[in-house]
């Protein structure tokens, strides 16, 4: 795996827009995987940014986002239907119709995942995944003790996930409990993948996920498996690893 570091968010965001605009090169059609939360922000602003100066068309991409909260109508302004659309999809030539994020409200869920799998399939697999990381390890919302396996599911979110979210919400009791996501084994079918991640508070579990076991309670360590992975990180949250040599 690869592992740069950089020194600050603003960076971070463009690098990760560098490396996967250099991948969507050429390509007639391509396939980006989607992640919500506050890490990916400065990453959208740099392709929103690319796509005003035309260095990066969207016309001939389409998206899968790795999760949504389950309750939350698509225009809830914490769902990540939303999220995705105020911060990145309203701003860049994309068609909303090739923009996918799994439904949180669907009457059928198990159904729904499946849909949601074939879709990804139907479209021809994921080019270039982007994730962030829990400060349990989540990937998505594959909480510690998900199976490395798992496709996409409801799962219950942990109190630590329900805690560290719970700051864009107006009390705890609003976050939402439950969530769609894509599972481990749907993550690590992607051709590449890209995790960032910032902030002295992500130090210790991004050392454990790059350079600890392979191991269900630490969900991004299952990115070890993966031959095309790319950690941008922050130097603070690059700051417990000790092993894995990484680049600037
Ligand atoms: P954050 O969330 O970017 O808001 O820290 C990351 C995650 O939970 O995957």
Known sequence: MKVIVVKDEEEMGKRAAAVIAEDMEDREFYVLGLATGSTPLSLYKQLIAMNKEDELDFASVVTFNLDEYVGLEPDHPQSYRYFMDTNLFDHVNIAKANTHVPGGLAEDPELQCMFYEDLIEDAGGIDFQVLGIGSNGHIGFNEPGSSLSSRTRVVDLTEST???????????????????????GTILESSRVILLATGAGKADVVAKAIEGPVTASVPASALQLHPGVTFVLTEDAAADLKIVRTSR
């Open 162 to 184: 329900i805690a560290d979210n719970a700051r864009f919400f107006d009390k705890a009791e609003d976050v939402p409990r439950q969530a769609v996501t894509m599972g481990i």
